[in-house]
């Protein structure tokens, strides 16, 4: 029986032949659609996604290996697949592309040459993305034809505008590190501010609707001197494009154009009033907008995308019943496959820059007897004296040999070409004291008027020099320098450009993760010339130096490391994640961490993803709309709104079974931090419930050790200390909570932009448990659409509590907790006004404008309104019972906050 279509309106897509198509019919109803995405149970890590199903073969429409197949040459190993279901609204869908946008043709009222104000509603496929990304404006690649435009570009949102048609005024600021999904974005500019100059103004929201929040941490929100806007006729367009810079990637779901700040709308799309298969419609300011290319009004909500990497056939003994019982595999599931570290840092930039005309990483095996080149048409370099594999301690490279008494390296270098006649060599070298005298550290042969140039280390530095062709001195200078240590790696580039008449030689010596020192030295007009070979015989007082990363480049730009020497050491998690993904091709989302790490050594792609998600303490999990990867930090979990919201008492909101687990699954007490390669510390948890006292007054130990790859030492506490926290909430979890979407509609808007991380509250839960909210984390869940009315959805959960961390200007969020309080005397059931101790630490707050706000007396929540007395005990006046909760409370029971300030990270 085929897959019946039910209120849910799913929809079953397969990528054939790189096409879109339909394959909804072919679903089989036994075969429930069963989708799993995220962690399950408080797991470690996210598990790949999967979609299991089954699909009707008796049309022979699956067989990648069958020519009688309409398919086939057209699907096989990993073959997109994508499930979605109809949402409440409709959006403008956005590849990305010059030719998939709407528009509307110019008109007067889009003229506006004086303040403005833009105002963009979107759910952009990455708003941290690198290249520009244009959502709305009256902008053309034509000069003459720029009149106003919003756009983002690398966090930053921007405001564009000529004044004449060409040249460009800017503005920009910094977008909220949690602007990841669905937000607002505002700009205004006024073009005369009144003092003399122009003034441009940012803000967000979760929504057009507001409220808005302004964005002050930017550059160029002023200038001088006041400014208009050029007219033009160009259209105005959801998104334009200009030269290289493209229309946005993603959803628009509205937005607005007012002449002047706050003023009159002169247009206004909004897409989610708009049936899906709208090709055209007219605003409410009465602009007609028409949807070009393969940009689409659609209501399609993704619930997964991913690969199906094999098409298994079954079949009946009657030979009647022919299927595919099929899984679909998120991303991760192929990342995850791969085994193969990558390379070290170095080696994976520098054949990459320029490229360059010659380059020996020096990474060979310990048995290697010369230095292998990854570039085509680079032959190995000749080597003596070279003992691969010795020294593994530079940050950004795999083991680098060490050289002996008689060590000699020298070869060709490929002929290249120059467009800038200048020449730049580098390497990197460590080495433990200096040479008791000059000993050659480079030498290399040009076609210049330089024809040898000799690069030395001496006792207290380093020296240049450079001969003739026929071998007279052109120049021999040393240069005072700190070029040597123990355990100190230093990174040289040797350059020869023409400045002015003259020709320019110089040494940069910079350590690896350090400063550096520089040399130059000057010939008389002539010619730079090309490398041609290296020939450096080192000398015996070089004996033990360590070498590697040998490169000539055909031009004299440092640019070429780009941090890679030392590993990208300091990079933060979410650049880091950034930077690997654009470097092998993985698409990936990420929001803003702060997380500083250390060098990124060979590892796998996955791995060090996971190195990343594991120093900083976020998630990363699979994008649900595209076969991509997604990383939510840390910080985006803290005290995060709540995005859905069950009542326990509505029916359908909560399905059986709700059971609270209260073990020790996540207890851990004691735990220690090491820094990769560096120092640990370690975090205890000596008093309390969940301490590692033995029973009654704790728990026991618990303990658990993790290595992280954190940029310093002193990240190491504060990480314990966090881990800890998590590790002693005591809290009973709740790991599953089931919705049935069929008996609860009202709930489908709010499920369907539920993401890994947000956090739900379950409200007016039954009496047989603990008053008050249960508020929780989704990290998972497991989607089963099948027969007509069945839509469920079984979220895994986590305690959000640990994650409500202190927000300064939050009226409860910002208490620290007192834990020195007691009542002085017993209270009855009516009570309001109670006598307070505090044994120690500040007093209560007496300032009216600290309440109301929330604490608890052996279980019951209690409203505090006011507090009065300079002086222990204080008189506390309180609304009784703020949990359902009231009893009477004996003297010297404990007085606190309801929510504790917990630091974050």
Request: charged content about 15%; glycine content about 10%; overall charge negative.
């Amino acid at each position: 029986m085929a897959f019946p279509q039910t209120p849910v309106d799913l929809l079953a897509e397969m990528q054939s032949g790189g096409v879109w198509t339909d394959i909804t019919a072919d679903l089989y109803a036994r075969g429930l659609l069963t989708i799993e995405r995220g962690r399950p149970d408080e797991a470690t890590t996210v598990d790949p996604g999967k979609a299991t199903f089954e699909l009707n073969q008796r049309g022979n429409k699956y067989s990648p290996r069958n020519p009688r197949s309409v398919n086939y040459g057209l699907i096989g190993r990993n073959t997109p697949v994508r499930f979605s279901v109809a949402g409440t609204h409709s959006y403008l869908a956005l590849t990305g592309l010059s030719a998939d946008i709407a528009s509307t043709p110019d008109h007067a009222s889009l003229d506006i040459t004086g303040d403005i104000e833009l105002r963009v509603e979107a759910s952009l496929a990455d708003w941290l993305a690198t290249p520009t990304q244009i959502l709305l404006g009256k902008w053309s690649a034509v000069a003459g034809q720029r009149s106003y435009r919003l756009s983002v570009q690398q966090g930053y949102a921007q405001l564009l505008w000529t004044t004449a048609g060409t040249t460009t005024v800017f503005a920009q600021t910094l977008l909220p590190s949690d602007m990841t999904r669905r937000a607002a974005l505002r700009a205004t500019l006024d073009v005369d501010n009144g003092a003399g100059g122009w003034t441009a103004r940012f803000y967000w929201a979760r929504s057009m609707d507001g409220p808005w929040t302004e964005l002050t941490e930017g550059t160029q929100l002023s200038g001088t001197g006041t400014t208009s806007i050029h007219s033009g006729t160009t259209a105005l367009e959801i998104a334009p494009t200009s030269g290289s810079v493209l229309p946005a990637q993603g959803r628009v779901h509205r937005a607005e154009v007012r002449n002047g700040i706050g003023g009159t709308v002169v247009a206004n799309p909004d897409f989610r009033l708009q049936p899906a298969g709208t090709t055209s419609f007219a605003d409410s300011a009465g602009r007609t907008w028409t949807v070009a290319g393969a940009a689409t009004i659609t209501n399609r909500e993704y619930r997964f995308a991913g690969e199906i990497s094999s098409w298994p056939p079954r079949w009946d003994v009657s030979g009647k019943d022919v299927y595919v019982p099929v899984e679909a595999a998120g991303i991760l599931r192929r990342l995850g496959q791969g085994k193969k570290a990558l390379s070290s840092t170095l080696r994976r930039r520098l054949p990459g820059q320029g490229p360059p005309a010659a380059y020996w990483p020096f990474e060979d095996g310990r048995d290697a007897t010369q230095a292998a080149s990854p570039l085509v048409g680079c032959p190995a370099m000749p080597v003596t004296g070279f003992a691969f594999g010795q020294d593994d301690s530079c940050p950004g490279s795999d083991a680098l040999p060490a050289i002996d008494a008689a060590a000699i390296m020298q070869g060709p270098v490929p002929a290249y070409v120059s467009a800038t006649s200048d020449y730049l060599v580098s390497f990197l070298y460590s080495i433990d004291a200096p040479p008791a005298s000059d000993s050659v550290l480079l030498a290399i042969t040009t076609t210049g008027t330089a024809r040898g140039f000799v690069l030395s280390l001496t006792s207290n530095g380093f020296r240049g020099a450079a001969y003739s062709a026929s071998g007279a001195t052109l120049f021999d200078s040393p240069y005072l320098a700190d070029v040597s240590g123990p355990g100190r790696w230093f990174r040289v580039d040797v350059t020869a450009k023409i400045v002015g008449a003259d020709i320019q030689f110089a040494a940069l010596f910079t350590e690896v993760d350090g400063t550096g020192g520089y040399g130059d030295w000057l010939t008389p007009a002539g010619t730079v010339g090309n490398v041609v070979s290296i020939d450096t015989a080192f000398g015996p007082l070089l004996d033990g130096m360590r070498f590697g990363h040998l490169g000539v480049f055909p031009g004299a730009s440092l640019a070429v490391w780009g941090g890679s020497d030392n590993g990208y050491g300091g990079e933060n998690a979410t650049d880091r994640i950034r930077r690997l993904a654009a470097e092998e091709a993985v698409p990936v989302t990420t929001d803003r961490s702060s997380t500083a790490l250390g060098a990124q050594r060979p590892n796998t792609l996955l791995g060090l993803f996971r190195e990343c998600e594991a120093a900083d303490g976020g998630v990363l999990y699979e994008d649900r709309e595209r076969t991509a990867l997604r990383y939510r930090s840390r910080a985006s979990r803290y005290s995060q709104p709540v995005a859905l919201t069950l009542d326990y008492s509505v029916d359908g909101h909560v399905a059986p079974p709700l059971e609270p687990v209260d073990d020790d699954q996540m207890v851990r007490n004691d735990r220690t931090v090491e820094r990769t390669n560096g120092s640990s510390a370690r975090a205890v948890a000596a008093t309390g419930a969940l301490s590692i006292q033995n029973p009654p007054a704790g728990v026991g130990i618990y303990d658990d050790s993790i290595t992280l790859n954190l940029r310093s030492d002193s990240q190491t506490e504060p990480m314990a200390n966090w881990l800890l926290h998590l590790g002693t909430w005591d809290e009973a979890r709740y790991p599953t909570v089931h919705i049935n979407l069929a008996a609860a509609p009202a709930l489908i808007p709010d499920v369907l932009t539920l993401e890994i991380g947000d956090r739900i509250q379950i409200i007016n839960p039954p009496e047989w448990l603990p008053p008050g909210p249960i508020d929780l984390l989704v990290e998972g869940y497991t989607e089963i659409i099948g027969h007509p009315n069945d839509w469920d959805i079984i979220l895994n959960c986590s305690p959000a509590g640990p994650w409500s961390v202190a927000v300064l200007d939050d009226a409860s969020l910002a208490r620290l907790g007192d834990g020195a309080s007691t009542l002085v005397s017993g209270i009855n059931t009516t009570a309001t006004s109670l006598t307070v101790a505090t044994a120690s630490g500040p007093l209560w707050s007496t300032s009216a404008g600290e309440y109301p706000q929330t604490i608890t007396i052996g279980g019951e929540a209690m409203t505090l309104t006011a507090v009065s007395g300079s002086s222990s005990p204080q008189t506390f006046t309180v609304v009784r019972s703020a949990n359902a909760v009231i009893k009477s409370h004996l003297a010297g029971a404990a007085v606190d906050t309801a929510q504790p300030m917990i630091l974050a990270l």
